[in-house]
């Protein structure tokens, strides 16, 4: 497997501009940057980082394989910041007008919105009054969304079980899960559905014109007519429901939504930001939570659960959003079919969100939060202060100076408000911080965590002193400068990765277009940020932002400060708790109750386990493999070399940017420095020079270009048993620039001093607290890399650099850096010199081909400045983690369940089917039983074709050994698998959508880039289609051998409470290694 252990900050925060522009939810953000193109380099993606979603506001019906990383690619319909004219056209005609009018709907407005080169007409459907934003441009990636204003009143998560349960059958397509049909058998390059505090979305996207009405269909059908409000067993499923296998056993709650929230609830960042939201709006429907409360969610009544949808699921409550290349007047054709079914209803007035009233006094929480019992928890408070900024909605151009006040106090590290928390040594790193505007009024919330008791209130005042600091003294120019021109070069490049830019749009507009304001508005933003720059070169930055920072901040006095305290009891005691409930209503229970309770969970749990009949699956349209090309997408690659240097150049439209990645080889790296890699990359981008302070550094990227950032990258090679191991330095300019962009490259590689041991200390901290972080959130990412880590030596190196490995060595590098700083910051010394050489360093650039013949002198004068060989001889890297079952403990509520084994060591040679397989394997046997009928919140399994390493996950799981037996009963599930020809077509095709999802041009470069590292050719991956293409029934039979090699001699490691790891291990005879982690 292929991992990017990204440790730099700095890419990141180049994408964290504003945050008015990214309304998609944050975790897209921070994911690391290769995914979109480790999936082009022709497999399945274990995602490391899963995404945090759902501990910010917004769940999505599936938490893992979300889209990752906007930070990437270009967007080629966005050719120039300059200032056009916004055209907006006299309301008379247009085309399809006639059309429009008879399919029933009238045009409310039009505009040409230059920023995106899109037509746009917002249409009302005369009868019903829903509203269509009907986007037309050349975008080949066309995204469609239905989004409903759902309010909750309580935190029963009504809004948030229905979004799972709508998709579970509907009129047209009464089977038990459309959704999954469409995971399983289309092109979709965007499917998943998002619950709001106040909204829910439903958005698809598609670059096959077919298959994107194929989606939009399915979608419509799902959520005006749903087959769950007519059948409990769905709201059973994915809400929740007693379980009773024999009435002599204990009665457990099970369900989807659930154990998802359970999970949401293990985690104090998630658990703070829910309390922050509820506290600061304790008199709207923001003063509850809309994914439900653990704690709540068993009162909710299947008769409530119908009438939300009822009241809220409507036409007249439901906003539309069309964007793309495909015809405007089909668009409005499929709609008009479904919402002409309908009369108007009063919906969308009762669904309408009050404005919470701004308090006259702050206010003060405390909370408490599960923690582990190891290590010391007085360290381990939280400190959280929390802003409501108005009452009235903002007008665009003071949001764009919020949000750019925003990056200036905390976009990089070099922004002061960051940089003086972190510097104050009285917290270990910040917790949600930030503008938000998602939301009907606009808050801002800055905090720290792993605080020390005593130091709680300290962090609060240097908060408050900092902030009145900031706006008495203003912030430098060159900072300023630094800002705007990554503000910029951001809104230049809108570069979403692998998410759709349609779908960016869409979540821009509808923050506004839900309250009923403009839904044009948001997305233009090119006069109110010249108006902003000009404000700014007239009246100077102090005059733009310290007034902002009083008015909003300082002088509101819509306050909340929320501490929050560990309680290594708490964790326990809500067991205790539920446990207790559970047995009063056992007690209240007849024995002819109890066995009708026994009966209704067979009964449900042979619904779950029943597939749909051939007939129904039938209904779910598809397409045919004549529709899939042939031929895998090529990326045009030369490979030439500058004094020796092999370069790899890609010549494609970037819109005048260019993406360059140096690599340099991990073969001469000591051992014993592996664990300190990322730290060192991390170190490189935030130390500073002889010359320069980190600061001045950081801002110099931030002047010069788009962003630069370090970090190791692994895997293993097919063959061959040396790993891939090496140093990325990936970095993007504007093509004038690329200089600036090579000079900063080797300032940073060469002149950077490690000389700052208080950082660096920081950076341990930081590091720490992001590791604790991932082991409760992304469990199943720890336990995946710890299987690899007992397996392959790729896997064992990319452990020492970002698993549970990594923690520990955090743990004990604390004390070292204040006993031996020396030692410490000439290892770091070592490592540059081991790593940094002309020889075996490669370079990858992907531009247009004029600016890469212009930018080959920049790279000359770099690739010379570079020492011709490393120091110190090749290494042999040879580590593994011992073979063996292993539980780590941490205090949650719900489990993280892994199995792992090389199907390689049994002999078996890969075939392009192996896609085919194991993702029909996620989406069938382990979705079904590992989710719908154990309740997990995922469950899927993920094949290395590197390494040969195929593994079982799953994520936010109420079970553990009954888990593990399912992944062994994989290979009978194969054996005794019967499908048929559509079946099979539909695997193929899922899996070919997988193989060519979509890419902007720089995630193009980058997959070019993988695949030369890995030795995959293109040849290869010819090969390698027209297996998947020709994949049959004997080659899911014959798989079955190699899946037995998992159950027979696979690894375990399940990252779980301790009570769960206490009951597994005494029923299976201490089965598991325990392990202690938080
Ligand atoms: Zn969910």
């Not at 305290?565 to 009063?584: F, M, N, R």
């Amino acid at each position: 497997m292929l991992r990017a252990v990204s440790c730099s900050p700095s890419l990141s925060s180049a994408s964290l501009f504003f945050r008015f522009f990214r309304q998609f939810p944050r975790s897209y953000l921070s994911l690391s940057s290769s995914s979109a193109a480790l999936r082009a380099s022709g497999r399945s993606i274990r995602r490391t980082s899963s995404p945090s979603v759902a501990g910010r506001r917004i769940l999505l019906r599936r938490g893992l394989r979300t889209p990752s990383a906007a930070g990437r690619g270009v967007n080629q319909q966005f050719s120039s910041l300059s200032v056009r004219a916004v055209a907006t056209q006299p309301a008379q005609s247009y085309p399809g007008q006639d059309e429009a009018e008879k399919l029933g709907f009238e045009k409310v407005s039009e505009e040409f919105i230059s920023e995106c080169k899109s037509k746009a007409i917002l249409f009302k459907h005369k009868k019903t009054g829903c509203e269509v934003m009907s986007v037309s441009n050349e975008d080949e990636n066309k995204v469609f969304g239905i989004v409903f204003r759902t309010p909750p009143k309580d935190s029963t998560g009504i809004p948030h079980i229905l979004e799972h349960s709508v998709l579970c059958g509907s009129r047209k397509y009464p089977l038990k899960e459309p959704f999954v049909e469409l995971l399983k058998g289309s092109l979709h390059t965007f499917l998943n559905a998002f619950t709001y505090p106040d909204r829910t979305c439903y958005p698809v996207a598609s670059t096959n014109t077919k298959d994107f009405y194929n989606l939009v269909d399915v979608y419509l059908d799902a959520v005006f007519f749903p087959k769950c409000v007519d059948d409990v067993h769905t709201f059973q499923q994915e809400g929740w429901h007693y379980e009773l296998n024999d009435p002599s056993e204990d009665i457990s709650y099970k369900g989807v939504v659930f154990n998802e929230m359970k999970g949401v609830y293990s985690q104090p960042d998630n658990i703070l930001g829910r309390i922050a939201q509820q506290a600061l709006s304790p008199e709207n429907t923001y003063g509850v939570d809309s994914g439900g409360d653990p704690k709540d969610i068993p009162k909710l009544t299947f008769e409530e659960f119908k009438e939300f949808h009822r009241k809220f699921y409507h036409p007249s409550n439901a906003r539309i959003w069309f964007y793309g290349d495909d015809d405007p007047v089909h668009r409005l054709r499929v709609l008009s079919e479904y919402l002409d079914m309908f009369e108007a209803s009063p919906s969308r007035d009762s669904s309408k969100i009050e404005t919470q009233k701004l308090f006259s006094k702050p206010i003060r929480l405390v909370e408490k939060y599960p923690a582990g019992r190891d290590g010391d928890l007085k360290k381990k408070h939280m400190l959280c202060v929390n802003w409501l900024l108005s009452e009235k909605a903002l007008d665009l151009e003071t949001q764009l100076a919020l949000g750019f006040l925003d990056h200036l106090m905390l976009g990089t590290p070099a922004s002061p408000l960051r940089k003086i928390l972190l510097e104050s040594g009285l917290g270990e790193a910040l917790v949600s911080s930030g503008m938000s505007d998602e939301l009907l009024q606009p808050q801002f919330s800055v905090g720290m965590k792993g605080v020390s008791e005593d130091n709680v209130q300290k962090v609060e005042e240097l908060i408050m002193n900092t902030l009145k600091k900031l706006s008495e003294e203003g912030f430098d120019n060159d900072a300023v400068e630094a800002s705007m021109n990554t503000i910029e070069f951001s809104l230049r490049e809108n570069n979403t990765g692998s998410f759709p830019r349609g779908l960016s749009l869409m979540l821009q507009s509808i923050a506004k277009w839900i309250y009923d304001m403009d839904p044009f508005e948001p997305l233009k933003y090119t006069e109110p940020l010249k108006a902003l720059k000009t404000r700014i070169a007239e009246e100077g930055s102090k005059a733009v932002f310290s007034p902002l920072i009083e008015q909003f901040i300082l002088n509101n006095s819509h306050r909340v400060t929320i501490e929050m305290q560990p309680d290594p009891e708490k964790a326990t005691q809500e067991e205790v708790e539920e446990k207790s409930i559970l047995e009063k209503v056992k007690a209240g229970m007849t024995e002819e109750d109890l066995a009708e309770l026994a009966r209704a969970t067979e009964e449900l749990r042979l619904k779950q386990e029943t597939p749909d009949p051939p007939e129904a699956l039938r209904c779910v349209p598809s397409l045919n493999l004549g529709d899939i090309p042939k031929e895998p997408t090529y990326v045009p690659t030369e490979i030439g070399d500058i004094n020796g240097v092999k370069v790899l150049r890609h010549d494609l439209f970037t819109n005048d940017i260019i993406y360059a990645e140096v690599v340099f080889d991990m073969g001469s790296l000591k051992h014993e420095l592996l664990p300190l890699v990322p730290l060192f990359c991390q170190s490189l981008l935030e130390m500073g020079t002889k010359d320069l302070t980190f600061v001045q550094l950081n801002q110099l990227i931030g002047r010069k270009t788009g962003g630069i950032s370090v970090y190791p990258l692994t895997s293993s090679v097919r063959g061959k048993d040396e790993p891939c191991s090496k140093i990325i330095v990936r970095g993007k300019s504007m093509a004038g620039r690329a200089e600036d962009l090579f000079n900063l490259m080797n300032c940073l590689l060469q002149e950077v001093q490690f000389t700052d041991q208080q950082r660096f200390k920081q950076f341990v901290s930081q590091s720490r607290a992001r590791m604790e972080n991932r082991l409760r959130g992304s469990g199943h990412g720890i336990a995946a890399a710890r299987m690899d880590a007992m397996l392959n030596i790729a896997g064992w190196m990319s452990e020492q650099m970002g698993g549970l490995s990594y923690l520990e060595f955090l743990n004990t590098l604390e004390k070292k850096v204040d006993e031996d700083w020396e030692g410490i910051s000439s290892s770091l010394e070592e490592i540059r010199r081991s790593l940094l050489a002309r020889n075996g360093c490669i370079v990858n650039m992907t531009a247009d081909g004029k600016s890469l013949t212009t930018v080959e002198k920049s790279v000359e004068k770099f690739l010379d400045l570079l020492p011709e060989n490393p120091s110190g001889g090749l290494v042999t890297w040879d580590g593994r983690l011992p073979l063996r079952n292993e539980a780590i403990v941490i205090p949650t509520q719900v489990n993280y369940v892994g199995k792992a084994g090389n199907i390689y060591s049994t002999g078996y040679e890969l075939d392009g089917s192996a896609y085919v397989i194991s993702k029909h394997i996620s989406n069938t046997w382990l979705w079904d039983r590992v989710r719908v009928s154990g309740g997990a919140y995922g469950g899927f399994c993920d094949f290395d074709s590197h390494s040969g390493v195929f593994s079982f996950l799953s994520y936010r799981d109420p079970n553990l050994l009954k888990t593990l037996d399912i992944y062994d009963g994989t290979g009978d599930f194969l054996r005794g698998l019967d499908v048929d020809q559509e079946t099979l077509t539909k695997a193929i095709i899922g899996t070919i959508g997988d193989v060519d999802s979509y890419q902007l041009p720089d995630a193009k470069g980058y997959s070019s880039l993988m695949r030369h590292l890995l030795g995959v050719t293109d040849e290869e991956r010819q090969r390698k289609r027209e297996e998947i293409l020709t994949t049959s029934l004997k080659d899911f039979k014959d798989f079955a051998g190699a899946i037995d090699a998992v159950r027979d001699n696979g690894v375990t490691v399940a990252v779980a409470s301790a009570e769960d790891i206490d009951a597994a291990n005494n029923a299976r005879s201490n089965f598991f290694e325990v392990k202690k982690a938080l």
